[in-house]
Every structure is written in structure tokens, then in C-alpha cells.
């Protein structure tokens, strides 16, 4: 047994020169008259592990043992397209932009029974959360909690309804699979799973993972919010990277457990982030346009401590940008943009609209920030309202802190938040959701709300 891990190279590209980058050896596998593809790997040396620095002072590092990593790229030719088997630290040989996106994830839903899945990858687009939810045995998508309304499925781990596809499946842009496949086998094996990413068939056991319907990269309405996009960043340029609706994000999971930070080049210089940040980008690229290509060929970098690359991503991948283009709106997150679907629209607008209007006056929006503001509304309703915001309670467990409210009076919890983009009335809702869940379930939270109120300054004060 043996686990492939399989990218599906994009209709440009034409020859597996074309995919690989530069510094990689190629040979030609071939059997006689059978020639099964190209094998490109890069030379490594060994060196001392990491860990060794640590005792240098009192250990010769030598002694320590050396390490070694592989990096190869095996390019297989079928029926007009290019497939690319990566092996050790093979995808970095790989142009980032060479391969298709939602190649394993299409394979494997196409492959698996709605009931028969181990794990999934999803990404929460309101919050920017990426996730991995894992069972001890094969279920449908219910058990792993996904919110149909706010989750874009980025890959599935499940076992195939056709052992000739494999003994499991794990689908995202790649597709990672245990057979029993030798090298002379592989083409045809390609072959089945070309023919699963180019059939629609998984629509019909798991139509909600195109609730929101991604675009084709190359479309002409792809091809406009793309050209949105650069004015926007254009404006955020000017701006010291600060823009509404647009950010940056991590596209992947990633291994906390090594990631120290994020940089934008390899520069010694630039220093290490905590996260992905619009205005870092800005400031690391200052004097360049941010075109398109620039946000194609320039990188966002997760590092260890001793600042090494543990993988990369093209800016374009990292941007989360939110469009409202005439009636319809647009996303893009991970690289692809998507159109919410209609119907979707239509029925988040009717249940928005049946949701009862609060009629009692608030304060117009004309203060500092949302501090100033709930601060005014209070001291403006003649004792009426008690000033709520900020105050943590210790509910502990999940939860650990939560805040009731921004404002309490007369038995109604008002929850407040600047407008801004969708992650904003996302954390508002979600705020009111987890409070209210809490005043119905749980016993002290409703003591701690209490105890908060007595203490709370009075509307006067």
C-alpha cells in the first residue's frame, strides 16, 4: 500500500516544465516503449536537526545525527491534462497557481456515500475560521455540525463506494489516497478520478456544499469583482492598508504547534507578524502596485521561530473581500470568488424582514466609537438603562467569559456593534445567540447577570 498525494495541473499549463519551478532535476520514467511520465526532485543535504543548537555548547553537533528531507514532483500525462504526485516537500515544487482548486474535494464527494464520512475541513466565512471536525466513524454531514448558511466545505475525508478508487479518500485542492497502485497503474487510476472531478453527480447527495456557488476563475464575472478587487486595494494603498469590506485571512489550517508568525518576503528586515494583516501587507510592498499578478507571484509566508518558511500562499489566496454587485453578492475567500446563491438570498431576506422591528427611539450614531456610543445612550435614558458593555461574566466551561449586553432596561438585552462588514453582524448575532442560549439553560448565568446589574453604575452616574 502506498498514499499518493495527486494535484490536477489547469488546462494552461502544457508541459510539466510549465508546473514545476526552476531547480529540480527531471528524469524520464519509462519502462521500453512505455513511457509513464516525468519525475522532477530537488537535491537536499543533510544537516543537523533543529534541536541540536540547543546543545551545542556541550555536545559537538556532528554527533547529534543529520537530517534529510525529499522534495519530488511526478508529472503524469493523461488524456490531455497533467496530474502532478507530489512526494515529502513535493507541492513546493509546484507553481502555486499551476493546479486546480477543489480537485480532491469534487473527487472524493463524487466517490463517497453522504453517510460515509470520517472528517471534514471547513471554513466559516462570517467568522474567517478555518476548522477540522473528525468522527470515530463514518457519518453524514449533520454529525460534524456544518452550518449550512455560513460553511464553505474545504475538504472531506471519507472511504470511496469503489475500492478501485482507493481504501480512503482525503479531498481538498489536492487529493490524498492509499492504494495499492504501482507506477504502471497510474494512469489509469488518474484517468478515474479526471472523469469524478468532471461530473456534477455529488450535487445530489451533497447539494449544500454549492450553497454558495463558486465561479469559474477564468469567467468573465470572475474576470470583473478581479478587477474590483485591485481598485479596492488600490484604495486601501492609499490608506495604510485600511478599507472596508476587504482583509486578509489564513486560507489553510495550519500547525499552531510550529507557526510563530507570518511574513510577506524573505526579507531579514521586515520581522514577524502574529497574524495576516492587510496594513502589513501595504507597508512590506509600499512602493509596488498592488495588480493582479502582483497578487499572484507575491507570497504570504508562515514561519517557525528561526523564521523558516513552513509554507506559502499567493496573496490572492489569503484576500477576503466582500462585493455587492447590483442585486447580487459576491465573496472571495480562499482564492475563489462565489456568488451566494438566489434562492439563498432570497429566503435570508424574508426571514430578516419577519423579524419584528424595534420601535422604541435609540440614539443616532454621532460619537467616537461604540464605547462613546453606548456610554451616551445610557446617560441619555433617564435611568432607564443600565450601561452593560464590557462587563465579562465568569460563566467558565466553552464559554468562559461572556458579555450579557451592551445596554439592559426594562427587561430587554441591547446588543450593539459599529456597522462594518459581514464579520461585524456576525460577532453581533452571534453575542446575542450565546447570551440568550445562556439565560434559558443556564442557572448561574442568570446570577451572574444579577450580580453585574447591582454593581453596574447608574444611568446618572
Known amino acids: 500500500m502506498a498514499t499518493f498525494t495527486i494535484y490536477l495541473l489547469r488546462e494552461s499549463v502544457t508541459t510539466a516544465e510549465d508546473a514545476v519551478v526552476?531547480?529540480?532535476?527531471?528524469?524520464?520514467?519509462?519502462?521500453?516503449?512505455?513511457?509513464?511520465?516525468?519525475?522532477?526532485?530537488?537535491?537536499?543535504?543533510?544537516?543537523?536537526?533543529?534541536w541540536?543548537?540547543?546543545?551545542?555548547?556541550?555536545?559537538?553537533?556532528?554527533?547529534?545525527?543529520?537530517?534529510?528531507?525529499?522534495?519530488?514532483?511526478?508529472?503524469?500525462?493523461?488524456?490531455?491534462?497533467?496530474?502532478?504526485?507530489?512526494?515529502?516537500?513535493?507541492?513546493?515544487?509546484?507553481?502555486?497557481?499551476?493546479y486546480e482548486e477543489r480537485f480532491g474535494l469534487v473527487v472524493t464527494l463524487n466517490s463517497i456515500g453522504s453517510d460515509a464520512l470520517r472528517s471534514i475541513d471547513?471554513?466559516?466565512?462570517?467568522?474567517?475560521?478555518?476548522?477540522?471536525?473528525?468522527?470515530?466513524?463514518?457519518?453524514?454531514?449533520?454529525?460534524?455540525?456544518?452550518?449550512?448558511?455560513?460553511?464553505?466545505?474545504?475538504?472531506?475525508?471519507?472511504?470511496?463506494?469503489?475500492?478501485?478508487?482507493?481504501?480512503?479518500?482525503?479531498?481538498?485542492d489536492a487529493l490524498t489516497v492509499t492504494t495499492d497502485a504501482?507506477?504502471?497503474d497510474l494512469r489509469r487510476l488518474l484517468r478515474r478520478y479526471l472523469t469524478k472531478f468532471e461530473s456534477r453527480d455529488y450535487q445530489e447527495n451533497f447539494p449544500w456544499v454549492d450553497q454558495v456557488c463558486q465561479l469559474n476563475p477564468k469567467g468573465q464575472k470572475a474576470t470583473?469583482?478581479?478587477?474590483?478587487?485591485?481598485?479596492?486595494?488600490?484604495?486601501?494603498?492609499?490608506?495604510?492598508?485600511?478599507?472596508?469590506?476587504?482583509?486578509?485571512?489564513?486560507?489553510?489550517i495550519v500547525n499552531w504547534e510550529l507557526v510563530d508568525g507570518f511574513k510577506f518576503t524573505h526579507s531579514a528586515g521586515e520581522g514577524v507578524s502574529n497574524d495576516l494583516h492587510l496594513p502589513g501587507l501595504v507597508q512590506a510592498y509600499s512602493k509596488e502596485e498592488p495588480t493582479l499578478q502582483f497578487l499572484r507571484k507575491r507570497y504570504a509566508m508562515p514561519v517557525d521561530e528561526e523564521e523558516h518558511v513552513l509554507d506559502r500562499w499567493p496573496i490572492y489566496r489569503c484576500i477576503h473581500c466582500e462585493i455587492d454587485d447590483g442585486s447580487k453578492s459576491f465573496i472571495l475567500s480562499a482564492?475563489?470568488?462565489?456568488?451566494?446563491?438566489?434562492?439563498?438570498?432570497?429566503?435570508?431576506?424574508?426571514?430578516?424582514?419577519s423579524i419584528p422591528r424595534y420601535t422604541k427611539p435609540?440614539?443616532?450614531?454621532?460619537?467616537?466609537?461604540?464605547?462613546?456610543?453606548?456610554?451616551?445612550?445610557?446617560l441619555g435614558s433617564r435611568g432607564q438603562w443600565c450601561l452593560m458593555d464590557k462587563k465579562m461574566l465568569p460563566v467558565g466551561g466553552v464559554y468562559d467569559k461572556v458579555e450579557f449586553c451592551d445596554i439592559y432596561g426594562n427587561r430587554e438585552l441591547i446588543h450593539v456593534k459599529h456597522y462594518g462588514s459581514s464579520s461585524v453582524l456576525g460577532h453581533l448575532f452571534n453575542q446575542g445567540l450565546v447570551s440568550g442560549e445562556l439565560l434559558k439553560?443556564?442557572?448561574?448565568?442568570v446570577e451572574l447577570a444579577k450580580d453585574a446589574l447591582i454593581y453596574s453604575p447608574s444611568a446618572a452616574s
Open 22 to 50: 526552476t531547480g529540480a532535476k527531471p528524469y524520464v520514467i519509462a519502462d521500453g516503449p512505455s513511457d509513464y511520465g516525468k519525475l522532477f526532485v530537488k537535491p537536499t543535504h543533510p544537516k543537523p536537526p533543529k
Open 52 to 98: 541540536a543548537d540547543l546543545f551545542e555548547n556541550f555536545v559537538d553537533k556532528n554527533l547529534l545525527g543529520r537530517v534529510q528531507s525529499s522534495a519530488a514532483a511526478f508529472i503524469v500525462p493523461v488524456d490531455g491534462r497533467l496530474f502532478a504526485l507530489t512526494f515529502g516537500q513535493g507541492r513546493f515544487l509546484l507553481h502555486p497557481d499551476a
Open 122 to 172: 471547513k471554513r466559516t466565512f462570517i467568522d474567517d475560521q478555518n476548522s477540522r471536525v473528525q468522527t470515530s466513524q463514518a457519518s453524514s454531514a449533520l454529525n460534524f455540525g456544518v452550518d449550512i448558511e455560513r460553511d464553505l466545505i474545504r475538504g472531506i475525508v471519507g472511504r470511496p463506494l469503489n475500492s478501485k478508487l482507493g481504501r480512503r479518500l482525503a479531498g481538498a
Open 182 to 184: 504501482e507506477v504502471p
Open 224 to 252: 470583473e469583482l478581479d478587477a474590483m478587487l485591485v481598485e479596492k486595494l488600490k484604495e486601501a494603498w492609499g490608506k495604510n492598508g485600511l478599507v472596508e469590506g476587504c482583509w486578509l485571512a489564513v486560507p489553510d
Open 335 to 353: 482564492g475563489r470568488w462565489f456568488e451566494v446563491d438566489r434562492d439563498f438570498v432570497s429566503d435570508v431576506d424574508l426571514a430578516f424582514r
Open 362 to 378: 435609540l440614539p443616532i450614531y454621532d460619537h467616537t466609537d461604540e464605547d462613546d456610543y453606548n456610554k451616551s445612550a445610557v
Open 441 to 445: 439553560s443556564h442557572a448561574s448565568y
